[in-house]
């Protein structure tokens, strides 16, 4: 088997016994997206240099009782900080930014050892479901490179999808984790609002955003699930909860009589077809496992996209206010004063995806409108999130689909704005709840890969590893790869 | 509620400090309203009041301890100008000798 194919432990376990180095094994990941990039555009910057120099010393480190991930590469999405490497969050407001630090997720990953290997594509600035809103061109889906890879992590799904990194960063504001993880054939999760900080993480909407793990297989992204996660008092919204625990053991427990709910709402006559075909058998595969299939309703469900694009661009207007021309930004209109700096930047740093959020944000927020749509979502998100905490008095796990199509051609949505949000509708209702969520491979239509959606109590990550683990592990459709 | 006109459109984008370019005015018109007849959505439900009774997470206090941050080197390093240890920026107070 390929170096490229193998996962973190497999990988891990080579290092400890010198079989290979992480420098070698670094080189392999950046030949491949050396010959690859050129077809997906799933990564905006690769320093090789630096790589190489943090695998030579994780080689000097490795011994028997190293963290899983010394030595390993992993690729950051572009919205998250990493000191001297250029991170533009998909924008040209930040084309010319170099951090002077790391997002606390970085700074983990290097404590591990592991070898930061690129910055990948997205959205701009996370607000998108197709990575065609990044300002560096849209990223390409593995499978089909006509096709969107899904947003906004769409880079970091491309890049593990294809090989070109055994595990990756992304963040989940209303599914940028998930539905990429989906379209990509890959696993993603977005762990429980509080779990991992964002201190570093470029804000889009504060109240959704959370930082998550990409892998081929959910023991790798369990792996890196632990290793990013846990307390940080630079982060105002993180939660001391003990993390789940770099051992994977607790993936191998059967689901014999773990209650699944399905919410009526998500899996009615509205699902296409072979969506609708894909899940029953998903859910036929649980039962064959042993998990009881309970069926539940999240009553508020239809209002959770309406809901969700009023918070999230309310947060995010006022959030991107930072983006102003003097700072650490694209400046433009210096001659013709302060005013206009800041209009003249920001009309040529934002594209129009960000600008068209940031207008809804102002208007929602403006005098006149502020109870008839703020004050309102915010009502409705409680009744959202009251829906999930009744749900879950009755079951374990929540499944869903994860995305209401497969991957689509890009350019097919790009030009009807509320079309392409509703692509999030499966996604959405959970960073509004704070819930854990993670899509896992559940087969292909038109030989494009399909996404299982798990949902979890709060802080109960395992639980949704440990069913998609399971699922995975019978199913085994993380064995196939694009032919890329 | 009212639909959204171009000059409605033109005081949200001053506030947000954007400019629009008027050749794209009549398109964000109506992006805009079309976002926002779906949102309205929201307006057909009632909610009682026990419908958000629900326990939302604690968070923790943290003590407010000093510690180093970063230097006036390092916040200056992205500027688009500055003359150390100030951002650079066109003056803003009229009048007095330039």
């Known amino acids: ?484 | 509620m009212s639909k959204i006109t171009e000059n409605d459109i033109i005081k949200i984008a001053k506030l947000a400090k954007l400019s629009i370019d008027s050749n794209d005015l009549a398109k964000r018109v109506s992006e805009f309203n079309d976002i926002l007849t779906h949102i309205e959505k929201l307006n057909t439900l009632s909610l009682d009041s026990s419908t958000g009774a629900v326990e939302t997470p604690k968070l923790g206090m943290f003590e407010d301890t000093p510690r180093p941050s970063n230097t006036i080197e390092e916040v200056l390093k992205n500027a688009p100008s500055s003359e150390k240890p100030f951002f650079y920026i066109p003056r803003v107070i009229e009048g007095g000798k330039s």
């Open chain 1, 1 to 484: 088997m390929s170096l490229l194919e193998k996962n973190i432990l497999e990988l891990s376990s080579m290092l400890k016994k010198k079989e290979i180095s992480s420098v070698e094994l670094t080189k392999t990941f950046l030949d491949r997206i050396s010959k690859t990039n050129g077809q997906l555009n799933s990564f905006l910057k690769v320093d090789e240099q630096k790589a190489i120099s943090e695998a030579a010393v994780a080689d000097k480190n490795l011994n028997n009782a190293s963290h899983p991930l010394m030595g390993i590469p992993v690729a950051i999405k572009d919205n998250i900080l990493t000191k001297d490497i250029r991170s533009s969050g998909g924008s040209k407001m930040l084309e010319n930014f170099v951090p002077t630090f790391d997002a606390t997720v970085v700074a983990k990953l290097k404590n591990a050892g592991a070898v930061i290997i690129g910055k990948t594509n997205c959205d701009e600035f996370a607000m998108g479901s197709s990575n065609e809103n990044s300002a560096y061109g849209p990223c390409k889906n593995p499978w089909d490179i006509t096709r969107v890879p899904g947003g906004s992590s769409g880079g970091s799904a491309a890049a593990v999808a294809a090989r070109q990194a055994p595990v990756s960063l992304g963040s989940d504001t209303g599914g940028s984790i998930r539905q990429p993880a989906a379209l990509c054939g890959i696993v993603g999760m977005k762990p429980t609002y509080g779990r991992v900080s964002r201190f570093g993480v470029m804000a889009f909407a504060s109240s959704l955003d959370q930082v998550g793990p990409f892998g081929k297989t959910v023991e790798d992204t369990s792996i890196l699930f632990d290793t990013i996660s846990g307390f940080d008092d630079r982060d105002s919204t993180s939660v001391n909860q003990e993390t789940i625990g770099v051992s994977t053991e607790y993936l191998k427990k059967d689901i014999k009589g773990l209650r699944i709910g399905v919410p009526k709402e998500y899996v009615n006559e509205k699902l296409a077809p072979e969506i609708r075909k894909n899940f029953d058998e998903s859910l036929k595969r649980l039962e064959s496992l042993g998990a009881i299939i309970e069926h539940i309703s999240l009553p508020h469900t239809d209002y959770a996209i309406s809901c969700y694009y009023i918070v999230a661009p309310a947060e995010a207007s006022s959030n991107l206010a930072r983006y102003d021309g003097i700072r650490y930004t694209l400046r433009k209109g210096e001659d013709k004063g302060l005013d206009q700096i800041y209009i003249q930047s920001r009309t040529a740093g934002f594209g129009k995806e960000v600008q068209r959020r940031i207008l809804l944000g102002t208007f929602v927020l403006s005098s006149g409108y502020y109870d008839a749509y703020y004050k309102k979502a915010l009502d409705v998100r409680n009744a959202i999130r009251k829906d999930f905490s009744d749900a879950f008095k009755k079951v374990d796990v929540i499944a869903t689909p994860t995305s209401p199509c497969e991957a689509f051609k890009i350019g097919e949505k790009a030009a009807n704005p509320m079309e392409m949000y509703l692509a999030d509708v499966f996604t959405v209702a959970t960073p509004l709840s704070g819930n854990p969520a993670l899509s896992v491979p559940c087969g292909f239509s038109n030989n494009l890969p399909l996404g299982l959606q798990l949902i979890g109590k709060h802080f109960d990550e395992k639980t949704i590893l440990n069913v998609a683990h399971q699922f995975e592990q019978d199913t085994k459709f993380y064995q196939k790869a694009p032919a890329l």
